[in-house]
């Protein structure tokens, strides 16, 4: 990716087993908020939040074709209370990352959700 100035990842879509529930985790649990719904290209239902992610329903991905999605936050502790308090099951508790302050979640397809924020 060197040779391609400017070039950097826009947006990552994942296929849920439920997007209801993908929903309440990303839209609900995270706040990502909604940029756009509308039918995928194959008449799938589809949202595309402001953050660069999009869902859709259909089958989970290949295993181990994602390693796991990361964002940067600003209140790891609160966000690992809240994963506590609510349910959402977490992977890492926090601690020490290589972006620093972590804490890795599942999201409601099992896939790891990396949150973190910068070190000073």
Do not use: C, W
Not at 75 to 103: F, M, N, W
């Amino acid at each position: 990716m060197s040779d391609a100035p400017g070039t950097r990842l826009h947006h990552l879509l994942l296929q849920t087993t439920d997007l209801d529930k993908a929903e309440a985790f990303y839209l609900g649990f995270l706040g990502f908020t909604v940029r756009k719904r509308e039918p995928f290209h194959d008449g799938r239902p589809f949202v595309s939040t402001n953050q660069g992610l999009g869902l859709t329903a259909g089958a989970p991905g290949t295993p181990g074709a994602l390693e796991h999605l990361a964002f940067q936050t600003t209140d790891v502790e609160g966000l690992a209370s809240r994963a506590r308090r609510e349910g959402v099951p977490i992977l890492k508790e926090p601690g020490p990352g290589p972006y620093g302050h972590t804490v890795y979640l599942a999201d409601p397809d099992g896939n790891r959700v990396e949150l973190f924020e910068p070190e000073d």
